[in-house]
């Protein structure tokens, strides 16, 4: 869950004090970003097996300044891996650290699917490596998410794909005519912060 609360003392265990209200186990806090006085945070939170999204999101907005940006289901244990794990982890087998950043996004960048992407001689890009819930990329779709040489947003419209309609996404070279595509189904746009994280792998990567 993304929450938006002040940056002052006292803010994030005001939030987690009302989570705590309606039964919510929290697992994980990731500050995700911080501006004009307000902070963006990623919880990761267990709820009981009566609890409902609808309570958490009600109790959380009745706080002063408290704003939930958005909330979505993990498996238990996802999303908790961090930026230097999955750097850990490429370092360990650099042959494959493309594979390994691909395979690890979802998880990192709270997102639904992601894909590594090959560009051709000829100029034509195609998909070589993708993610579960990744979508079936064939050439005339990955023109639409085009440059890979550069990193960039996507905002996809709602006729872009079957299933994959208003998504966003975000694609980083890799070199060696290669490059990353995240995505989440419905939004939220990614942040700043996001971006240039996931450039910062990129480039290890």
Do not use: N
């Not at 938006?4 to 005001?14: E, F, N, Q």
């Not at 970003?33 to 990623?42: N, Q, R, S, V």
């Not at 300044?65 to 087998?93: A, C, F, H, K, N």
Request: hydrophobic fraction near 40%; glycine fraction near 12%.
């Amino acid at each position: 869950m993304r929450v938006s609360l002040p940056d002052v003392p006292g803010s994030l265990g005001a939030v987690a004090t009302a989570m705590g209200s309606v039964g919510a186990d929290i697992l994980a806090v990731e500050i995700v970003e911080k501006h004009e006085g307000a902070a963006i945070d990623d919880f990761v939170v267990g709820l009981p097996p009566d609890g409902l999204p609808d309570a958490l999101i009600s109790v959380c907005q009745g706080l002063g300044g408290v704003t939930v940006e958005w909330i979505s289901r993990y498996p238990e244990g996802g999303g908790l891996q961090s930026d230097l794990e999955t750097l850990e982890r490429m370092t360990t087998d650099p042959e494959h650290a493309a594979e390994t950043l691909v395979s690890s996004a979802p998880a990192v960048f709270r997102s639904q699917w992601a894909v590594l992407v090959s560009v051709l001689a000829d100029g034509r890009a195609v998909a070589t490596y993708s993610t579960p819930m990744a979508p079936d990329l064939d050439t005339d779709h990955l023109k639409e998410l085009a440059p890979f040489d550069e990193t960039h947003r996507l905002d996809l419209p709602g006729d872009w794909l079957p299933g994959y309609g208003d998504s966003v996404g975000v694609v980083s070279p890799l070199g060696e005519g290669q490059a990353i595509v995240i995505g989440r189904l419905g939004g939220p746009t990614y942040l700043d912060s996001e971006v240039a994280r996931l450039r910062h792998l990129a480039r290890l990567a």
